[in-house]
């Protein structure tokens, strides 16, 4: 009976990897090309987030459906990659979004609304929360 090495031996693991290598190389498919599953989940993630983002009704919900995952499923992923949840990451990205809009001169209401928050008093207080600077503090600093 011929036995296989177990997976987790060096030489098991390099091999493989030179088989994947010489398979990719075979079509013409530069190896140094090869993008993370982790970047390339991101971008998916961001170019949602970057059309969606206005919405006020966006749920994490909506994001682990466009990623074809359930609910759980995404959670773990998004706290796996960035360490946060994914309605933090939803937050975050919107009050990001907030900055350009303050630094254009938009009132704070019309901001909050244009970044998908649905209450101007609870954005102010995100926004305090997450840059440790009134949206006041912040337009006249920036």
Do not use: C, H, W
């Not at 350009?100 to 207080?125: C, H, L, R, T």
């Amino acid at each position: 009976m011929i036995r296989r090495p177990p997976r987790s031996t060096p030489l098991y693991s390099s091999a493989a990897s030179d088989v994947y290598k010489r398979q990719l190389e075979a079509i013409a498919y530069p190896v140094s090309q090869i993008v993370p599953l982790d970047e390339l989940f991101m971008q998916k993630l961001v170019g949602f987030m970057e059309e969606n983002y206005s919405n006020p009704g966006l749920r994490v919900n909506d994001l682990a459906e466009f990623m074809n995952m359930s609910r759980s499923v995404f959670n773990r992923k998004v706290n796996g990659i960035m360490g946060i949840s994914p309605i933090e990451y939803i937050k975050n990205y919107r009050l990001n979004k907030a900055k350009s809009f303050i630094q254009s001169g938009m009132s704070f209401s019309e901001v909050a609304f244009a970044v998908g928050f649905s209450d101007p008093g609870y954005f102010g207080k995100a926004f305090k929360k997450a840059f440790n600077q009134t949206l006041t503090e912040y337009k006249n600093n920036n």
